[in-house]
């Protein structure tokens, strides 16, 4: 049995800057391609489910604010995981991050409910940060003082995250009205961010009529030049990536590994709660047991196919929304189970990863005429 | 009072099975270097074409085959992301469980609801399954279960007694070295990775048509997961898998148990009860770190580039 295959790899000196922007187009157009193909053996016309899953949802103001709403999270989440993959600190973990802080905000949001009043929506916000950071902690203080695995202790701390979600909305914080389904009771109106929509003055009020999308894509719109600004401009951010590309050039130079342990993972635990409470006092105005479509598993490939740089987590967050939409389109449309989406998010990944081949490697046919020597496979 | 101890060990044993045939493959595949955490998809991959098989009369070889067949070909697609075009392992295993994941939710729908039209019974083994304690647990499994006993025993036969063990550990500690002595290095991550996917399968299937004898998405519930920290647990050993196994499916048993006796504590803490003692595992183990160094393969999660 011989493997070899048509083409043989050779390193190249140096990454090629061209094809750290062509190879993550090429996974899109590749994972387009097999899409069609999917699309076709089930059935349907490929042109007219591209048209459903991809531009439908877009082609009015309404779909540009589930967009948006689906595109903030997902980008503020991989903003803060992207700081900790850069220094190869795999925090897998941000679905129960992101748990903890719409279980605070929704902690403050029911206690306050009589009583609110304009600082209610603010100190939600701290609380949901509070909530992600510290749920994080646990990882952190576990990798940094223990050396335990970081990307098996923030997974499982997910699933205990998911079952005490569970025990509040059909425990102690389950409306006594839901009939024991499992839901708390409406957030009023001061734990909920205000509607763009709301906000006349800004002269958009018709334009947005009956959108969605609210003032928690200002989170978003802030995470964004501040991640910059962390990432690529401070010392702390140049320490995280020369600890992702040269450990031992790290560890020489003096970087603290703890400290930067605990930074990466305070700092994507709180994004990741405040991704937790643009949801629970956004769209869904309540906390119930199955209120995340994944982001905070989504939001890992929107930092990969991102390239772990700002600009490039913003396109992608956006793509990845547009996946979700295309998904729920699809499910209404052409009777497709919403999964597709998924299916089309781990496709991306895998061939992102593939195609990140071309960064660090020139591919050469190989000529037949050449013997090459090789050992042979044990069969 | 012995007696009543018994249902809590069958039930320990049988969340044990799946567990130790997931971390069987994985320690195969980091044996030979190569780290897949995509142990959570390929094990749903498993479940699902285990059930399809059966629902669609294909009875339980047809699931045990195509449960495997599935894992190992799941894998092998993350086998040439990774070795043969060189991807992060960490990153592609990610990208292995959300695809599979996505795939079987996708693909499953249509089954869910139903309920397996076979299934794998206990056969109790005679006059063993009546030694108190051991015979209601240990004798009394299903086919697959006593499977995984030989599984585990021929595993670390393999790994410590032959040829082929040698090499594929000698891979995992230098892939450098192993090609010095004509090796096939590829080839061989190629086939542990394959192995890892099939056995990874085969648990999935345990869940499918043993255990639940049903499909519902996300049926393994993080146990993918739990049996790669059984592996690091087990410091890379076969045998302690069994052992770490067993410990692990005792939490689970024991939340269960106390389910049924009607302990006061809310049914959701007594759920999270693996997934912390994993934790807790974990924590105990890496408090050691020289025998993780010790144990670990050297070029655990590390690209080799065969033409370098």
């Not at chain 1, 929509?197 to 969605?212: H, I, N, Q, V, Y």
């Not at chain 2, 955490?37 to 749903?44: F, K």
């Not at chain 2, 096939?184 to 004898?213: D, E, H, N, S, T």
Request: charged share 10%; aromatic share 10%; proline share 5%.
């Amino acid at each position: 049995m011989s493997l070899q295959l048509p083409f043989r790899l050779i390193p190249r000196a140096q990454p090629s800057q061209r094809m750290l922007v062509v190879a993550p187009l090429l996974a899109v157009v590749l994972t387009l391609l097999v899409g069609l193909g999917i699309f076709a053996a089930l059935g349907q016309n490929p042109l007219t489910a591209f048209r459903v899953f991809f531009i439908d949802p877009v082609s009015d103001i309404q779909g540009w604010s589930e967009l948006l709403l689906k595109a903030s999270p997902l980008c503020l989440i991989a903003l803060g995981l992207a700081i900790g993959f850069r220094a190869n600190i795999w925090n897998i973990g941000a679905e129960g991050q992101m748990y903890l802080g719409g279980i605070f905000a929704t902690g403050l949001a029911i206690h306050f409910h009589e009583t609110g009043g304009a600082w209610l929506l603010p100190a939600m916000i701290i609380a949901a940060a509070v909530g992600g950071a510290l749920w994080a902690a646990i990882t952190a203080a576990l990798r940094a003082h223990l050396r335990t695995n970081e990307i098996l202790v923030s997974l499982m701390l997910t699933y205990v995250a998911d079952l005490l979600v569970k025990y509040l909305v059909y425990g102690p914080w389950q409306d006594p009205q839901s009939n024991n389904f499992p839901f708390t009771i409406q957030f009023g109106d001061d734990a909920l961010f205000p509607l763009l929509a709301s906000w006349s003055w800004l002269g958009f009020d018709t334009l947005l009529e009956g959108t969605r999308v609210n003032l928690s894509i200002l989170m978003t719109l802030v995470a964004v030049p501040l991640a910059w600004l962390f990432m690529d401009r401070s010392f702390i951010g140049f320490q995280l990536s020369v600890a992702g590309l040269a450990p031992p050039a790290a560890r020489y130079a003096g970087f603290s590994e703890k400290r930067l342990v605990w930074v990466a993972l305070l700092l994507s635990g709180a994004a990741a709660g405040l991704a937790g409470v643009s949801e629970v006092a956004g769209p869904i105005g309540q906390l119930n047991d199955r209120w995340t479509p994944g982001y905070g598993f989504t939001a890992i490939i929107v930092a990969s196919l991102g390239r772990l740089h700002v600009v490039g987590i913003v396109f992608a967050a956006l793509l990845m929304a547009l996946l979700y939409l295309g998904g729920e389109a699809a499910q209404i449309a052409l009777q497709l189970p919403k999964a597709i989406s998924q299916v089309f998010q781990g496709l991306l990944l895998m061939f992102l990863l593939g195609c990140d081949v071309l960064v660090n490697y020139r591919v050469e046919r190989r000529r037949a005429a050449l013997p090459v020597v090789q050992p042979v496979a044990a069969a | 009072m012995i007696e009543s101890l018994n249902p809590l060990l069958a039930s320990a044993v049988a969340a044990a099975i799946p567990l130790i045939l997931a971390a069987l493959g994985e320690l195969v595949a980091e044996r030979s270097g190569v780290l897949n955490l995509g142990l959570e998809g390929m094990m749903l991959i498993g479940a699902l074409a285990a059930f399809v098989a059966v629902a669609h009369g294909g009875g339980l070889v047809g699931a045990v085959l195509a449960a495997m067949l599935a894992g190992a070909l799941i894998a092998l697609v993350f086998g040439f992301v990774t070795l043969t075009l060189q991807a992060n392992q960490v990153a592609a295993g990610l990208s292995l469980t959300i695809l599979g994941t996505g795939i079987t939710a996708f693909l499953g729908r249509q089954y869910v609801g139903f309920r397996a039209p076979a299934s794998f019974v206990e056969l109790p083994i005679p006059y063993l399954s009546e030694i108190p304690l051991l015979g209601p647990s240990l004798f009394s499994m299903n086919l697959l279960g006593y499977a995984t006993l030989v599984l585990l025993a021929a595993t670390a036969w393999v790994l410590y007694r032959t040829r082929a063990g040698l090499a594929l550990r000698c891979i995992g500690e230098s892939p450098t070295v192993a090609r010095s002595l004509g090796l096939p290095v590829i080839p061989v991550r190629y086939a542990a990775v394959a192995f890892g996917g099939a056995m990874a399968g085969l648990a999935g299937c345990y869940y499918a048509v043993a255990q639940f004898k049903m499909w519902q998405e996300g049926l393994t519930s993080g146990n993918g997961w739990i049996a790669l920290a059984l592996v690091v647990f087990a410091t890379w050993r076969p045998l302690r898998v069994g052992l770490g196994a067993l410990l692990f499916g005792g939490v689970s048993a024991l939340g269960l148990y106390l389910q049924a006796i009607n302990v006061h504590v809310s049914v959701f803490a007594l759920s999270s009860l693996p997934y912390l003692a994993t934790i807790v595992v974990l924590v105990f183990i890496s408090s050691d770190q020289n025998a993780i160094r010790r144990n670990a393969p050297a070029s655990l999660g590390k690209a080799f580039h065969a033409d370098s």
